[in-house]
């Protein structure tokens, strides 16, 4: 019998995991903490932090926002659909958390990228002015959204973008050929 109760929690369980709740602006309430964070009031319960994360951040930004919880193993606690669908506040108050969590600096001219031990030691001017950062050669630190359009990790983990390697010159392209 007591199996059978494991099982049967463990069901529930897995049902609570996977079910997909939408936020609407009819059953969830957004507001601002006095910390700058949100806070999420929703199906009863009220959480005083939430993360606010895209699914799709490149094809979709607007659409399926992903609301968790923020300790180290965040859970899902629902997903809106689309941005145009909640108030102009609460859409404020999310494009701030998105625009912190997604901040990426654009690499307007590539300046200097040294190779050393394994790490690429990057010099370049951004849209946000210049800027030195430093990736891992063996990881995935350079990866290729588009034929054109790359995303480069450092590792602190703080993301730059060039849109099109076509626009910069063949001098750049020729230093960035190595992580290509």
């Known amino acids: 019998m007591s199996q059978e109760f494991n099982i049967d929690q463990m069901e529930r369980e897995v049902e609570e995991m996977t079910a997909l709740r939408y936020l609407t602006k009819e059953n969830a309430v957004f507001a601002r903490t006095e910390g700058g964070f949100i806070s999420l009031e929703f199906d009863g319960k009220k959480w005083e932090r939430v993360q606010v994360i895209r699914l799709f951040p490149f094809t979709e930004p607007d659409q399926f926002i992903s609301i968790r919880t923020v300790e180290e193993r965040s859970k899902e606690i629902g997903v ?101």
């Not at 999310?94 to 300046?111: C, D, M």
């Open 80 to 180: 809106i659909e689309d941005m145009k669908k909640v108030s102009k506040e609460t859409r404020k108050m999310l494009e701030e958390q998105l625009k912190l969590h997604y901040f990426t600096p654009v690499i307007q001219k590539v300046l200097d990228i040294k190779d050393e031990y394994g790490y690429a030691y990057f010099h370049v001017m951004t849209d946000r002015g210049e800027c030195r950062f430093t990736i891992n050669m063996g990881g995935n630190a350079v990866v290729r959204l588009t034929d054109t359009r790359l995303l480069i990790t450092d590792l602190d983990e703080n993301r730059f973008e060039i849109p099109d390697v076509l626009q910069l010159s063949q001098k750049e392209q020729r230093k960035l050929d190595l992580f290509l």
